[in-house]
């Protein structure tokens, strides 16, 4: 009589079927440790490669600063960028205003997060000084604005930068109240300005400036 003997097989664990979040920093397990140790040193090589290309003058931070300078903010008070009419630019400036405001659009889409973030917050805050600038960075592409990531504060960023660009029609109520501050002010709008979602930290920004210009006056 033949006995047919079967050896029960054994499955192991291949490298095809070990979950690929086995060293994710957020997983629990040992590959928790040597996840969050290279979370940490990807984070560390961005700010090295940060700070090389600002000390090379390249990056998102020192092409905002030659905007800037080619508009003369340093030169203006807060008062003069809301009351002076935008100054007209030569051919070449104009041509140099919107080759840098390109370069900085397309530092939004660097490979590296922090470089993405960092553009973004330089583009928020030329659009929210400067309404030429603003005119210029609504004429880049845009496209470029869409999120390659998806962590929470690259989202907002993006956000921020798209409205402060797009969302004249805030920029232009609280450019008029700080110009015009004996004006009958609508409430209503100043109220929904706030509220929305979108527009609220633009017009926190102005607010901001309305009181630290009431403050230099002694109000």
Request: aromatic residues 6%; positive net charge; glycine residues 4%.
């Amino acid at each position: 009589m033949s006995h047919n003997y079967r050896t029960p097989l054994i499955r192991t664990d291949t490298s095809s079927s070990v979950s690929t979040n086995a060293t994710a920093p957020n997983q629990p397990g040992p590959g928790r440790l040597v996840g969050r140790l290279f979370d940490r040193l990807g984070k560390r090589i961005e700010s090295l490669l940060n700070k090389r290309a600002s000390n090379l003058g390249t990056g998102p931070v020192p092409v905002a600063q030659e905007i800037r300078s080619l508009r003369r903010h340093r030169e203006l008070t807060l008062l003069e960028r809301y009351s002076m009419p935008p100054r007209k630019l030569s051919e070449g400036e104009a041509k140099t205003l919107k080759k840098l405001c390109n370069k900085l659009v397309k530092y939004v889409r660097s490979e590296v997060l922090s470089t993405q973030i960092s553009a973004l917050e330089e583009v928020t805050a030329l659009a929210m000084d400067d309404l030429v600038i603003r005119a210029v960075f609504a004429e880049c592409r845009l496209e470029y604005f869409e999120p390659k990531y998806t962590e929470p504060n690259l989202l907002l960023s993006t956000t921020k930068a798209l409205c402060s660009i797009k969302d004249t029609a805030t920029h232009e109520l609280w450019s008029t109240i700080i110009l015009r501050p004996k004006l009958e002010l609508d409430w209503q709008t100043i109220g929904r300005s706030f509220r929305d979602p979108d527009s609220s930290f633009i017009a926190a920004r102005h607010l901001s400036n309305l009181l630290q210009l009431a403050i230099a006056d002694g109000i």
